[in-house]
């Protein structure tokens, strides 16, 4: 499967951005699909995922109850909704695919970049 994020900008603080990570190859819900997000110089860190069986999701504590992660079967897409944006939320966002079995996110999309200012 090959994975594109976009959606990625500069806005204020407070304000909402959606990401998209588009799938190509294969279909998103054959797999559990991450984002994760990276700021340079710091190690990458999960922001949320949604499972390929039920749809569950499950979010790192500092965007819960901000961020949404849903999925768009018929547009082969799955989404980050953020809302609330915080200047410590500025980094490069990236979406991943898992196999349900597997541990370890193996395909990678490249991130898109969101700066949020105060």
């Known amino acids: 499967v090959q994975l594109q994020a976009s959606g990625g900008g500069l806005v204020q603080a407070g304000d909402s951005l959606r990401l998209s990570c588009a799938a190509s190859g294969r279909t998103v819900s054959s797999y559990d699909m991450g984002w994760f997000r990276q700021v340079p110089g710091k190690e990458r860190e999960f922001v949320a995922h949604i499972r390929r069986s039920g749809g569950r999701t499950h979010y790192a504590d500092s965007v819960k109850g901000r961020f949404t992660c849903f999925r768009a079967n018929a547009k082969n897409t799955v989404y980050l909704q953020m809302n609330s944006l915080k200047p410590e939320d500025t980094a490069v966002y990236y979406c991943?695919?898992?196999?349900?079995?597997?541990?370890?996110?193996?395909?990678w999309g490249r991130g898109t970049l969101v700066t949020v200012s105060s």
């Open positions: 991943a695919a898992r196999v349900p079995v597997r541990p370890e996110y193996d395909y």
